[in-house]
């Protein structure tokens, strides 16, 4: 990932309800939520919902497909683990990390030198 994409990844996360949103739709997983369950779980109104969503899919973070009546929203796990890598690119200063990696699981499928 360059800084111009970190920027725009960064940029759609802050805010309260875009970080919200992406939060429950990792949580979701590959089943992705629908804007119904989002306005629900998120109390918040259809329309700004919508003007959000629009900005994490723009950043590249969410992606949206049609599913018979609906439109399923899921959160983009390879463009959040690699805004995640560009964060940490240079963690422990280019030194040998002192924590052992996380072992990656299904949650996180891949490892970092600092545990997270």
Known sequence: M?????????GALAHPIRLDAFRALV???EAGLTPGVLVE??????A????????LVAAGLVVSAPSGRNVIYRAVYPQMNALLGFLTDNC????????EPAPATPASPTASC???
């Open 2 to 10: 360059d800084k111009t994409s970190a920027l725009a990844a960064l």
């Open 27 to 29: 949580v979701a997983g």
């Open 41 to 46: 779980r998120l109390g918040v109104p259809y």
């Open 48 to 55: 700004k919902l919508g003007f959000h969503l629009k900005d």
């Open 92 to 99: 422990c200063e280019g030194a040998a990390c002192a924590i």
């Open 114 to 116: 600092c545990g997270c």
